[in-house]
């Protein structure tokens, strides 16, 4: 590790030479004047080289940090060879341990404490590194560096999790997804914190932990883990109107995205932009991936909490890997200040969008993940989000959602990372130099040195000292002077008394395979609610006024009576300026290429060995993937005598966990899958699922012996080269919608 180097205080000689004050001194320096923070070619967190643009400002950071053992002694902490790391030293080769095997006890206390408290919220994650480069309109908006130059690349870590569950808990669960990015700036750490959900479930922060604890684990069990399917969450949303847009949200099938890749992501906060002439704007962030976006199928999700519960942090982390990183553009809706009560809603409650027909998400740049991390637990645990990390150009609206989470968020870190020095954990740390007087601490690292830790101070030259605002993003940071007069109040505004309109316009926005995917999703979850009075109150009370159908149809599977009428006051129905809106159905933004994909081609010993090669070679072309899957792993001897190794075996890599299948041809090996269980198993889960299948010659007696029907989506072919085209055009549809009402038939 090398060592930190710190500025030394670079005014004391002066001092003594001149009669002039350097706490004045620092007080009158300009921004663009002589800055003491800046040194350049310096190490270590505090004095950092200057950042080159080029994105890797972080990662040369860390360099700083990382330790590889190879090559190296085994020594204890205090450095020291160890000789034997098998035997405890004993009073004899049969006899007991002794106090005095202080390597013994520094390696069994070092392991006791190797767990820290998880996340309240968002314990399970996944994260990446990678930058972010702005387009040329971004520096229109806002002067923060981040945005000013459109050939810089920022560095940042970006962090996905689930909400309910625990650390060890599955990906696929239904739940809201974080999305969390640290930008490294020039100016600061700016932390986007927001989620794949844009609207979220409460209107005041004051609600939070009430949420919390009716969504998380029951008190009593701690049961369901990373479900929402239980009596003490929907007690809670039927009783608190509020949530029922985000809670509809999580009904469909934006709650299991197919991979982080897949995903949007919204900030979902109201914010502010601020340019260069001080002029703020209101802005919603958003994050539109590149790929498109697409989900898992319910029923494929639960199965995946068993098959593989990493399904979505091993696509990220493989695909990193092999060379094809995760992209988003980051975009901006823009409200003017003089728009701010231009709308139905109020912009202020987190319980709402802003329509993508009404204000349009302008893109402003893109963010590239295509670095994994070096080790989960020094980074993707020990990274700490904070919408709070704030850059000049950037500023908070009055959000009473957002206000809260300006505390919360420090003050949990407390805790989870010992003490009030964790911004010193290197993936924590800003890229740009950082100094202060703040001091000593539980872990700290930095050796201040010099004798002035307060301000003002005539002893260290006056430094570390303020930095006037400035037009550019470098000054230190003003918040925007927002003009408030007003009485102290406990209270709600009536402008967030809506609590219906947006789900009216979600549900109206959906595709009809979509809608039925909610029915299902509120059919399902509310049979594993026991309490019959509060299935009925969100039957009776709360689906109605969402939709009169909608609440029919989950109430004719409950076997209960709905209203013919919304039975909600008009104030709470509220008005919607637009019906229904293109861009709030997960079909909108359905991938364009068939890039990463993954096809699983079933074969056994007798295999047509041209299908096999032929497919994998169509699919490499396009960028995805064609993965061998046999009943066993040892090789297959194909038709023509090549032997051939399975990538995976029938249930090591089972339907779930691929997006499209293909049976080669070949009599021996259709023969030998028609006669397994798990072959005949892997097709008919795969057409459940609604996932293209091809059958090449002999493969359709597969599907046969699977009563696989053949109908759209299910490819028949004799010759293999006839299956490229078909099959790249369903894998672009990402699934066979068409069998949606059918699927169920299946066995599987
Ligand atoms: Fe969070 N949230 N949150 N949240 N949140 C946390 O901070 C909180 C909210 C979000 O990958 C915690 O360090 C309050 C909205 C993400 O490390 C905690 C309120 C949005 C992550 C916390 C909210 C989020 C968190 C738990 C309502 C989307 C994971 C551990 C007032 C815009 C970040 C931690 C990561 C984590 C508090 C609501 C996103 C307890 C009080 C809305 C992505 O501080």
């Not at 094809?324 to 912009?347: M, N, R, T, Y």
């Not at 070096?374 to 609206?397: C, H, K, L, M, R």
């Amino acid at each position: 590790m090398a060592s930190n180097e710190h500025d030394s205080a670079p005014s004391s000689q002066s001092n003594a030479d001149s009669a002039k004050c350097p706490y004045h001194e620092g007080q009158n320096r300009s921004a663009e004047g002589e800055n003491p923070y800046t040194h350049p070619n310096r190490n270590g967190p505090h004095d950092t080289k200057p950042n080159a643009g080029d994105g890797h400002a972080k990662d040369e950071a860390l360099e700083t940090y990382r330790a590889d053992a190879e090559g190296h002694d085994l020594r204890t902490n205090q450095g020291l060879r160890i000789a034997d790391n098998h035997n405890s030293l004993k009073a004899g080769e049969r006899g007991p341990t002794l106090m005095e095997d202080f390597i013994f006890r520094e390696k069994m206390n070092h392991f006791d404490n190797e767990r820290i408290p998880e996340r309240i919220v968002h314990a399970r994650g996944a994260a990446a590194h990678g930058y972010f480069q702005a387009y040329d309109n971004a520096a229109r908006y806002s002067k923060a560096g981040v945005f000013s130059d459109p050939s810089k690349k920022t560095p940042v870590f970006v962090r996905f999790s689930t909400v309910q569950g625990s650390r060890g808990s599955n990906d696929t669960v239904r739940d809201v997804r974080g999305f969390a990015t640290k930008f490294y700036t020039d100016d600061g750490n700016w932390d986007l914190v927001g989620n794949d959900i844009p609207v979220f479930f409460i209107q005041d922060a004051m609600k939070f932990p009430d949420f919390v604890h009716a969504v998380k684990p029951e008190p009593h069990n701690e049961i369901p883990q990373g479900q929402s399917a239980h009596d003490t969450f929907w007690d809670f949303v039927s009783l608190m109107p509020e949530t029922t847009h985000t809670v509809l949200w999580t009904m469909s099938d934006r709650a299991f995205p197919r991979h982080y890749r897949n995903m949007e992501g919204f900030g979902v906060h109201t914010f502010r932009l601020i340019d260069r002439e001080g002029v703020s704007r209101f802005v919603k962030f958003h994050w539109k991936p590149v790929a498109g976006t697409c989900s898992l199928i319910w029923d494929e999700a639960q199965k995946l909490w068993g098959r593989d519960p990493d399904f979505n942090r091993r696509m990220m982390w493989d695909d990193i890997k092999s060379g094809a990183p995760l992209e988003w553009e980051l975009g901006i809706q823009v409200v003017e200040e003089k728009d701010e009560h231009s709308f139905d809603f109020d912009i202020l409650d987190p319980t709402k969008l802003i329509p993508e027909s009404l204000v349009p998400v302008m893109p402003i740049g893109k963010m590239v993940l295509d670095r994994n991390p070096d080790n989960y637990f020094a980074e993707t645990e020990q990274v700490a989000f904070n919408p709070a990390n704030i850059v000049p150009g950037i500023d908070f609206s009055n959000d009473p959602l957002l206000q809260g989470r300006l505390f919360s968020y420090l003050d949990t870190q407390m805790l989870r990372l010992g003490g009030p020095n964790f911004h010193e954990i290197p993936i924590n740390q800003p890229v740009c130099p950082f100094h202060n007087n703040q001091r000593d601490a539980q872990h700290r690292q930095t050796i201040n040195t010099g004798q002035a830790s307060y301000e003002p101070n005539s002893i260290d030259g006056g430094w570390p000292a303020e930095t006037p605002p400035s037009q550019d993003a470098h000054g230190g940071f003003e918040p925007y002077h927002e003009r408030i007069e007003a009485h102290k109040v406990r209270a709600r505004s009536a402008s967030f008394g809506d609590h219906y309109s947006q789900a009216t316009l979600f549900w109206n926005s959906q595709t009809d395979v979509e809608k039925e995917h909610i029915i299902a999703a509120y059919t399902f979850e509310l049979s594993k609610v026991e309490r019959p009075w509060i299935r009925e109150r969100v039957i009776t009370e709360i689906l109605p006024n969402i939709d009169l159908e909608l609440a029919r149809r989950v109430g004719e599977n409950h076997g209960i009576e709905t209203p013919t009428s919304k039975p909600a006051p008009d104030g709470e129905l509220g008005t919607s300026q637009v019906d229904s809106d293109p861009a709030l159905s997960l079909m909108a933004r359905l991938p364009d290429s068939i890039a990463t994909r993954k096809v699983a081609i079933l074969a056994a010993d007798g295999v047509a060995m041209e299908d096999v090669r032929s497919i994998k070679e169509q699919l490499a072309a396009e960028g995805a993937e064609g993965l061998l899957i046999a009943p066993s792993m040892a090789p297959i001897k194909a038709g023509d005598g090549t032997m051939l190794s399975p990538d995976a075996m029938l249930n090591g890599l089972p339907s779930v966990t691929v997006d499209a299948v293909v049976v080669a041809g070949g009599v021996g090996s259709v023969e030998a899958l028609s006669g397994s269980g798990l072959g005949l198993y892997y097709v008919q889960e795969a057409y459940k699922h609604l996932k293209p299948i091809v059958a090449i010659c002999e493969g359709k007696e597969l599907l046969a012996a699977a009563r696989v029907p053949v109908e759209e989506g299910v490819i028949l072919v004799d010759d293999v080269l006839a299956a490229s085209l078909p099959l790249r055009d369903a894998l672009m549809a990402h699934r066979v919608w068409s069998r949606d009402a059918r699927a169920n038939q299946m066995p599987a």
